[in-house]
């Protein structure tokens, strides 16, 4: 080969790598693959839960479930609906949710809920008693177009004795943005002190929900105690030393951190507390 042609070779693989960077550079500039293929919405759920309760209470489980959509593309208004249809069966078809905006409470095994601007919801829910340990499957289906559908999994535990402590589940949450509703569960584990009575207090989180009825307390046979800052009859531990109750404030609740106390109401009157945060609206996904 002279080296005419030679060259004319270089210079044609020369341009060709040109084209391929031009090309490459204008492919940056669209939504890859993975991008694109992204989920509409998300789901999640409470780690799992272990079953507590005595009596007629035996074997009740909680779970706060929370909706996250993009905004852009399934946002303000938007229908979606829950399904627990699992964890119907293994409690017995006994599930009850409890809807922050407009507070509402459901029977059965699915509720339907209302996207806020940034296309978030939360629900939380009570189940049981009688209820059957494993895992279950919560899914959330888009009402409307895309009608897309999204799942995850929450493990019901059999009951035991766990370590001592006061845990919100969540610990914090995005608010509702146009009810600014929250729901959480709190679990109060004393190890020891079975059947005991402990009285669970937020006077924060009671005043940060400015609007009456400030909060709404479920214990586990969900009678509904409201318009107070504490449990006026305090839950009572079942024989592994646990109880839990949720805690829903249903509308005007600032940003910012609630301290949450459980007292032992008998010896050695041991006092819990822990902290629930409130968080301002704003997209989750």
């Given at each position: 080969?002279d080296r005419?042609s030679l060259?004319?070779?270089?210079?044609a693989?020369?341009?060709?790598f040109?084209?391929?960077a031009?090309?490459?550079?204008?492919?940056?500039?669209v939504?890859?693959?993975a991008t694109?293929?992204?989920?509409t919405?998300?789901?999640?759920?409470?780690p799992?839960?272990?079953?507590?309760?005595?009596?007629s209470?035996?074997?009740?489980?909680a779970d706060?479930i929370e909706v996250?959509c993009?905004p852009?593309?399934?946002?303000?208004?938007g229908?979606?609906?829950?399904?627990?249809?699992?964890l119907?069966?293994?409690?017995d078809?006994?599930?009850?949710?409890?809807i922050?905006?407009p507070?509402?409470?459901?029977?059965g095994?699915?509720?339907e809920?209302?996207?806020d601007?940034d296309?978030?919801?939360?629900?939380a829910?009570i189940?049981?008693?009688?209820?059957?340990?494993?895992?279950t499957?919560i899914?959330?289906?888009?009402?409307?177009?895309?009608h897309?559908?999204?799942?995850t999994?929450?493990?019901?535990?059999?009951?035991?004795e766990?370590?001592?402590?006061?845990?919100?589940?969540?610990?914090?949450?995005?608010?509702?943005?146009?009810?600014?509703?929250v729901?959480?569960?709190i679990e109060?584990?004393?190890?020891?002190d079975s059947?005991?009575?402990?009285?669970?207090?937020?006077e924060?989180?009671?005043r940060?929900?400015?609007?009456s009825p400030?909060?709404?307390?479920?214990e586990?046979?969900?009678?509904e105690?409201d318009d107070?800052?504490?449990v006026t009859?305090?839950?009572e531990l079942?024989?592994d030393?646990n109880?839990?109750i949720?805690?829903?404030g249903d509308?005007?609740c600032?940003?910012?951190?609630?301290?949450?106390?459980a007292d032992?109401?008998?010896?050695?009157?041991?006092t819990?507390t822990?902290d629930f945060?409130?968080?301002a609206?704003e997209?989750r996904?």
């Amino acid at each position: 080969m002279d080296r005419r042609s030679l060259g004319a070779g270089l210079m044609a693989l020369a341009s060709s790598f040109v084209l391929m960077a031009g090309t490459a550079s204008a492919h940056g500039t669209v939504s890859s693959p993975a991008t694109e293929s992204e989920a509409t919405c998300t789901v999640v759920s409470q780690p799992s839960f272990t079953l507590q309760g005595e009596f007629s209470n035996t074997a009740s489980a909680a779970d706060v479930i929370e909706v996250s959509c993009n905004p852009l593309k399934y946002g303000t208004g938007g229908k979606v609906t829950v399904i627990a249809s699992q964890l119907y069966s293994r409690c017995d078809d006994d599930v009850t949710w409890y809807i922050p905006n407009p507070y509402d409470v459901v029977d059965g095994r699915s509720v339907e809920l209302t996207l806020d601007a940034d296309g978030n919801a939360n629900v939380a829910l009570i189940a049981g008693p009688k209820c059957q340990a494993g895992e279950t499957l919560i899914s959330v289906h888009e009402d409307e177009s895309p009608h897309e559908s999204f799942v995850t999994s929450w493990s019901v535990l059999p009951p035991k004795e766990t370590p001592e402590g006061l845990t919100a589940l969540p610990a914090s949450q995005v608010e509702d943005a146009e009810s600014s509703g929250v729901a959480t569960v709190i679990e109060a584990e004393f190890p020891g002190d079975s059947e005991s009575e402990v009285r669970v207090a937020s006077e924060e989180l009671f005043r940060r929900c400015e609007v009456s009825p400030h909060l709404h307390w479920i214990e586990e046979d969900r009678t509904e105690v409201d318009d107070t800052s504490e449990v006026t009859e305090a839950i009572e531990l079942d024989n592994d030393g646990n109880g839990f109750i949720v805690a829903v404030g249903d509308s005007s609740c600032e940003p910012g951190a609630s301290l949450i106390e459980a007292d032992l109401e008998t010896k050695p009157f041991t006092t819990l507390t822990t902290d629930f945060t409130v968080v301002a609206p704003e997209p989750r996904v």
